[in-house]
C-alpha cells in the first residue's frame, strides 16, 4: 500500500477511515447508548485525536527534513560541479577541453538523475554517473603526476563525487514503515471513536476525516522525491549547467 501513487494512497486511507467510522456509529446502534458516559467518551475521543495530531505533526516534521536535506544537498553538489570546473580550468588548453567535455556531460546526468520520475530512471541516472565519474577519475589519475595539475582539483573531485553519493543515499532514504503503520493505526481508531461518538454529526466528522487524509497525504508525498508532486527545486544544478554552456 506504501508504494501506491500519492492520490490511491489517499482514497483507499479515506475509504478506510469511512467504513472505521460507519463501524464505531454501528456499535453505538447495536450498544444503545445514548448519555450514558458521554463525558468519558469525549475524553477518549479528545484524547485520541490530539495523540493523532501529535504523530502527524512528527511524522511531518521528519518528512520535511528530509525534504530540506535533499535539497541542500542539490545545492552542495551543484557548488561542488563549479568548483571543480575552476580548478580545472587552469590546466592546459587541451585538458583543459576534454574536462569540460566531461563536466557538462556529468553535470546534465545528475540533473536527469535528479528529475527521473521512476526508480529504473534513477538506477539508469546512478549507472550514467558512475560511468562518468569513472571517466573523470582517470582524466585526474593521467595527470596527476603532471606538476601544472593543481592540488586542490583532486580534492574537489572526491567532494564532488562524495555529495553524489550522499544525495543518492538521502533521495532513497524513507520514513520508517513501522512508523507509518502507527500512524494509520491511529487515523482508524480516531475515525472508529469519530462514528461512535459523534454518529450523528456527519459532515462534521467528514471534515475531520478529510483534513487529516490531505495531512497525512502530504506526508506521503513529501516522502517520495520522485514520485511525488511536492519535488526538489533543480534550480541550483539548472544555473551550473547553464553557466558551463556559457564557458
Not at 506504501?2 to 463501524?23: I, K, Q
Not at 552542495?76 to 580548478?87: G, P, T, Y
Not at 567532494?159 to 524513507?174: D, G, L, N, P
Request: glycine share 4%; with cysteine; net charge positive.
Amino acid at each position: 500500500m506504501l508504494h501506491l501513487p500519492v492520490w490511491l494512497l489517499a482514497l483507499c486511507l479515506l475509504l478506510m477511515m469511512s467504513a472505521a467510522w460507519c463501524v464505531g456509529r454501528q456499535v453505538r446502534a447495536c450498544a444503545g447508548r445514548r448519555q450514558t458516559h458521554a463525558s468519558d467518551d469525549s475524553f477518549l475521543l479528545a484524547s485520541i485525536l490530539g495523540l493523532l495530531a501529535l504523530s502527524i505533526g512528527f511524522v511531518l516534521v521528519l518528512a520535511l527534513h528530509r525534504y530540506d536535506e535533499r535539497g541542500e544537498l542539490v545545492v552542495r553538489e551543484a557548488s561542488a560541479i563549479d568548483a571543480v570546473w575552476n580548478h580545472a580550468d587552469r590546466l592546459e588548453a587541451s585538458e583543459r577541453a576534454a574536462w569540460r567535455t566531461l563536466l557538462r556531460s556529468y553535470v546534465d546526468a545528475r540533473l536527469a538523475y535528479g528529475r527521473a520520475p521512476t526508480p529504473m530512471e534513477e538506477e539508469a541516472g546512478i549507472q550514467r554517473t558512475g560511468e562518468l565519474q569513472q571517466k573523470i577519475w582517470s582524466r585526474v589519475q593521467t595527470v596527476l603526476h603532471d606538476f601544472r595539475v593543481p592540488p586542490a582539483l583532486t580534492e574537489a573531485t572526491a567532494y564532488m563525487f562524495q555529495v553524489a553519493s550522499a544525495r543518492e543515499v538521502s533521495r532513497k532514504a524513507r520514513l520508517p514503515a513501522t512508523l507509518l503503520a502507527t500512524l494509520l493505526a491511529f487515523c482508524l481508531l480516531a475515525a472508529m471513536l469519530m462514528g461512535f461518538r459523534r454518529g450523528h454529526q456527519p459532515i462534521a466528522s467528514a471534515l475531520a476525516i478529510l483534513l487529516i487524509v490531505l495531512s497525512v497525504s502530504c506526508v506521503a508525498d513529501l516522502d517520495r522525491p520522485a514520485s511525488g508532486s511536492i519535488l526538489v527545486s533543480q534550480q541550483a544544478m539548472l544555473e551550473v549547467q547553464r553557466a558551463l554552456r556559457v564557458w
